[in-house]
């Protein structure tokens, strides 16, 4: 059966409202594009849509309160159009797990960023069955290598390159949402990376809770870098793969984290002609007693040394 034909006589019109970060803008992308490929198309608001996916982020509580507000509010649209499905994604989906709909039964599914690639699937359950799905088993798998068409910019395009984080601060949910720290192939980072520049994208954003501390699976990379031999971390010889792709013209990427940050990445960004100048490095606090307590993995002398070693690479005055 043609995948369009399964959704043929199901509801069309996707809306898809985003809390968070970057991260969270690329899964919306994301599971936009897949629905887009399945026959889908988008609506421009809720009132105009049939399918309607809250992405979540629980790192704030004000985020997640409003969240739960924006939820709440569709209850009598939801009573007037019982046919419309109602999903939320993302961190909070992960956390709540099953409760979530105890707590807001309005709610058709909930599916957490491990299963987002699911979506379709759920969603063409929930029209065949209308029985509530929580989907959060896959936590900590790597997600499939699929690139729909479908991206928000026409120039600029958001390219993760992992998912997780290894660090556990004391204040901080990611580790419970998103997972251990997993890392794409830098082959098949760059096969996307080429595929964007085909396509006239200008700039890439590299993303992942800690792009600092990426490593390429399968630790083969001699064919990356000029110089094979030097001591290099794998996050620059992955900024010296994508550096290289022509068309590209700009490099961003975030979040750095200080205890992975170091010299050869600072002068990596002041040799690469497309990485910007751009470095984002949470101090989150000046005192090593409660940098200890945020379980942050660094003091405030390793921070300045860095600062030091940034200025040094002669990228900042
Ligand atoms: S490194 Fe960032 S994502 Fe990971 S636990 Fe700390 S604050 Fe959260």
């Known amino acids: 059966m043609n995948k369009k034909s399964l959704y043929i006589n199901m509801p069309k019109k996707i809306y898809i409202r985003t809390f968070g970060c970057q991260m969270s803008l690329r899964d919306s992308e994301f ?19 049939d399918i309607i996916l809250f992405n979540s982020c629980s790192v704030r509580k004000h985020a997640e309160d409003r969240l739960i507000s924006n939820i709440s509010d569709l209850k009598l649209l939801k009573k007037k159009r019982p046919d419309i499905v109602i999903g939320l994604m993302g961190c909070t989906a992960q956390a709540y797990k ?26 063409k359950d929930i029209m ?22 479908y991206r928000q910019d026409r120039f600029r395009a958001y390219v993760s390159i992992g998912e997780g984080c290894n660090n556990f601060c004391s204040y901080c949910i990611v580790p419970y949402t998103r997972g251990r720290e997993r890392f794409r192939e830098i082959k098949d980072i760059l096969k996307e990376v080429k595929d964007l520049a085909k396509r006239g994208f200008k700039e890439i954003m590299l993303l992942g809770q800690n792009v600092n501390s990426y490593m390429n699976p399968s630790r083969n990379l001699t064919a990356y870098s000029s110089k094979p031999t030097a001591k290099k971390s794998d996050f620059v010889r992955l900024l010296e793969a994508l550096n290289a792709v022509k068309g590209i013209e ?68």
């Open 98 to 123: 099953d409760k979530i709909l105890d707590r807001l039964p309005i709610l058709d599914f909930s599916c957490g960023p491990g299963n987002e690639s699911d979506i379709p699937k759920i969603i």
């Open 31 to 49: 599971v936009a594009g897949l629905l887009l490929d399945d026959g889908f198309t988008l609506a421009n608001s809720i009132a105009g849509a």
């Open 128 to 149: 065949e069955n209308r029985c509530g799905i929580v989907a959060t088993d896959k936590i900590n798998d790597k997600r499939p290598e699929i690139f729909p068409e």
């Open 250 to 317: 700009r490099i961003r990427f975030m979040t750095s984290h200080p205890k992975d940050a170091s010299a050869d990445l600072f002068k990596a960004m002041r040799d690469l002609e497309k990485v910007c100048e751009h470095l984002h490095l949470p101090l989150q606090a000046g005192s090593n007693r409660i940098l200890k307590l945020m379980n942050r993995g660094y003091s405030a002398e390793k921070y300045l040394k860095l600062a030091g070693e940034y200025k040094a690479a002669g990228r900042i005055k």
